[in-house]
């Protein structure tokens, strides 16, 4: 079977066996959210997909309701605005479980480029505009690497800019390079070491640097994925300098 297919079997399937085995789960998220301020437990965003298609992203709120009308789109975990159960959900990255729908719904795939916000997708140099010649995915390698997001942010005036310096280099990179070597062999690494990230993120992220090597990552993409030095503003691919502004 080719790629493309095989991929799409598994993203159901899997996807599938998700939902039925995290359904406690799920249904608990949904009462206890609701039971927290009495508001929607689900929280519908809009994401940039493939060749530039809006699509409904589906998550579990874990903020206090219309969150996003204040126009922040980069979370640092000190945000007011995440709720105390939010926190919880955020911690164990259970806000994404219904991300397994969009993957049946045939809008995202298990691995890939994680989606971003159109705010986001339109300051992407013509180089990053390769990461939505492909579906994006639940998780990627980038979302191990930076698991600690919500950290990383934590202390930055503006989180959007700080992402945008910080993370977005390396993610577009991690990203373009996915698209570059993508195998059914390379989803399932990716995917098993998300799993481990669960308990334990080092552990994820040693199987991660692996990978990297495995597939002839340069020594500096390598280096950053070890996460054992501190981020610096970086240039994103295609740039030529450092983002100091978000607009076009």
Same mark, same amino acid.
């Given at each position: ?11 159901? +399937? ?7 085995? +995290?359904?406690?789960?799920? @249904? ?13 437990? +689900? ?13 409904? #992203?589906?998550? &579990?709120?874990?903020?206090? @309701? ?21 926190? #919880?959900?955020? *911690? +164990?990255? @259970?806000?994404?479980?219904? %991300? ?9 795939? #298990? ?15 013509? %180089?990053?505009?390769?990461?939505? /010649? ?11 690497? &930076? ?13 959007n800019i700080a992402y945008n310096q910080l993370v977005r280099p390396w993610k577009s990179k991690l990203g373009l390079l996915y698209i570059k070597k993508k195998s ?6 990716? @995917?098993?070491?998300? &799993?481990? /990230?669960? &308990? ?6 040693k199987i991660i640097t692996w990978l990297l090597i495995r597939i002839e990552a340069d020594k500096e993409l390598i280096e950053i994925s070890k996460r054992e030095s501190?981020? *610096? ?13 978000? /607009? #076009?």
């Amino acid at each position: 079977m080719n790629y493309a297919p095989l991929k799409r079997f598994l993203d159901i +399937f899997i996807s599938c066996i998700m939902i039925i085995l +995290f359904s406690p789960i799920i @249904f608990f998220l949904i009462i206890a959210i609701w039971l927290y301020d009495f508001k929607n437990p +689900f929280y519908i965003s809009y994401r940039t997909g493939i060749v530039g298609k809006k699509f409904k #992203l589906i998550k &579990f709120r874990t903020m206090i @309701f219309n969150a996003d009308k204040i126009g922040v789109d980069s979370t640092a975990n000190n945000d007011y605005r995440i709720t105390k159960i939010g926190r #919880l959900i955020r *911690k +164990f990255k @259970f806000d994404e479980l219904l %991300q397994f729908i969009n993957i049946i719904i045939g809008d995202m795939s #298990l691995v890939g480029p994680r989606p971003n916000v159109k705010t986001e997708t339109d300051l992407y140099s013509s %180089q990053e505009r390769l990461l939505l /010649s492909i579906k994006p995915g639940i998780t990627d390698i980038s979302s191990i690497i &930076f698991y600690d997001l919500g950290e990383i942010l934590d202390g930055h005036s503006d989180a959007n800019i700080a992402y945008n310096q910080l993370v977005r280099p390396w993610k577009s990179k991690l990203g373009l390079l996915y698209i570059k070597k993508k195998s059914i062999a390379l989803d399932l690494v990716i @995917f098993f070491a998300t &799993f481990i /990230s669960t &308990f334990s993120h080092r552990s994820a992220i040693k199987i991660i640097t692996w990978l990297l090597i495995r597939i002839e990552a340069d020594k500096e993409l390598i280096e950053i994925s070890k996460r054992e030095s501190p981020l *610096k503003p970086s240039i994103p691919p295609g740039l030529d300098q450092v983002v100091t502004k978000r /607009s #076009l």
